[in-house]
């Protein structure tokens, strides 16, 4: 029989199976942290003042009165999963401590309209990998034709680059369209001016908790025990900058202009009953990245259009975290084989998520194949690119029995440069 809470939490919403953790501000007093249910968010930070979590491993940190998770991430698994347990006592129907204590539940609940939510972590550093084989596929096609889409590395490792962690935003954030050098097909020399080609990139991202020391690798068996959870994210690409600049270094100033993440972390725990096996890889991995039944998860995903003349959004992207074909593991094994050290609140993305199918392209330049086919919105208005005034939105959740997991969303809206 499914957990339940003594909250009404609707089919949809963010059921006590799910309980993820994010940083938020009351209309009064300090930032903090909390775990969402339903419409509410319970204050973690009156529930430690209060004394219960003394049976977790940290009962003598105070991790919840921060501004971040950094504190907490870097706990580890053992704290989180007792943390996790106690919260769904205290949330279940059967436990008396919230249920019947009225008073109590006016201090530590909030309505998630009345406050605002902040970045989930200090990020101290930010990988974006390229781990689609649809998504580095259909790139490669456009760029080199399809018998060589793939450069000769892209089986052997998870590539990635390294971006910018300052300009990574939360949901809701603005989206200010970025200048940069572009060489138009028929000139001769390179122009400045803003981007003709602002995309986004259906992505998801995990959080590191405990880090590992300079020089020492972390083995892909233990790679789990590093990660605390996972956020939706928004890798905004200016294509023609892009073009320009990437070779031979790679992104710069085409992607760190901006990134934007959900403010909802949801745990590894939470994610558990959706594990499915990851596929074969082929050829075999270096043994350095096989992982003793090494998996992925099976996250519904999906990117919604709104222009300033639409009344509501219009879902132009629908794919699963399922396809990608480096695991999460591996990613991070892979970052970490040369002795890097990852630190809590480190975000390592997936790169855009892209399937076999059109409808299941996770960015604008797969969606409309480099702006040749622009994609038709039932308004009757047509896109190469994002203009000014719209809003990307991406959602994502798994699927339980009459539950769902949700991670909210990541949203973002175009303004141009002068607003």
């Given amino acids: 029989m499914p957990l339940k809470s003594f909250i009404d939490v609707p089919a949809d919403s963010l059921p006590i199976q799910n309980l993820p953790f994010g940083v938020f501000q009351p209309r009064e007093g300090k930032t903090r942290v909390g775990v969402a249910i339903g419409d509410l968010i319970l204050d973690l930070s009156i529930l430690e003042e209060l004394g219960h979590f003394q049976s977790a491993e940290f009962y003598d940190r105070k991790v919840f009165s921060e501004d971040s998770l950094n504190s907490f991430l870097a706990l580890g698994r053992p704290a989180w999963r007792a943390t996790r347990e106690i919260l769904q006592h205290l949330l279940s129907a059967e436990a008396a401590t919230l249920r019947d204590d009225t008073r109590l539940r006016e201090k530590v609940f909030h309505a998630q309209k009345d406050i605002t939510m902040k970045l ?14 649809h998504h580095a596929h259909n790139v490669g096609t456009m760029l080199r034709g399809p018998e060589n889409a793939l450069m000769p590395n892209w089986k052997w490792l998870p590539v990635a680059y390294h971006g910018r962690a300052s300009s990574v935003v939360v949901s809701g954030a603005d989206v200010r369209r970025p200048s940069g050098q572009t060489k138009p097909p028929d000139a ?40 605390f959870g996972l956020v939706l994210m928004n890798d905004w690409s200016a294509r023609d900058i892009q073009a320009w600049e990437y070779q031979p270094l790679g992104p710069f100033l ?69 396809n990608l074909y480096w695991s999460i593991a591996q990613q991070l094994a892979h970052h970490a084989v040369n002795g890097c050290n990852l630190e809590p609140g480190d975000l390592l993305a997936s790169g855009t998520i892209s399937g076999a199918t059109e409808e299941s392209r996770g960015c604008m330049l797969e969606l409309t194949w480099r702006g040749a086919n622009p994609l038709k919105l039932p308004n009757s208005e047509t896109r190469k690119w994002l203009e000014d005034g719209d809003t990307l939105t991406i959602t994502g959740w798994c699927q339980g029995d009459g539950y769902r997991v949700g991670f909210g969303e990541v949203s973002g809206r175009i303004i141009g440069s002068d607003k």
Avoid at 196 to 211: C, N, R, V
Avoid at 271 to 287: G, I, N, S
Wanted: net charge negative.
């Fill in 188 to 227: 001769s020399t390179p122009v400045f001016g803003l981007t003709k080609s602002l995309d986004y990139e259906l992505e998801m991202a995990f959080l590191i908790g405990p880090g590992n020391s300079l020089g020492e690798p972390v083995p892909i068996n233990r790679a789990i025990d590093h990660i």
């Fill in 120 to 133: 989930p972590a200090r990020i101290g550093n930010y990988t974006d990998f390229y781990s689609s084989y």
């Fill in 254 to 322: 085409a992607k760190n202009f901006c990134t934007s993440i959900s403010p909802w972390v949801v745990m590894f725990e939470a994610l558990e009953p959706f594990r499915k096996p990851l596929p074969p890889q082929d050829p075999e991995p270096l043994p350095y990245l096989r992982g003793k039944n090494d998996f992925t998860f099976d996250i519904h995903l999906e990117a919604s259009l709104q222009t300033s003349s639409m009344d509501g959004p219009h879902i132009i992207t629908r794919t699963n975290f399922q």
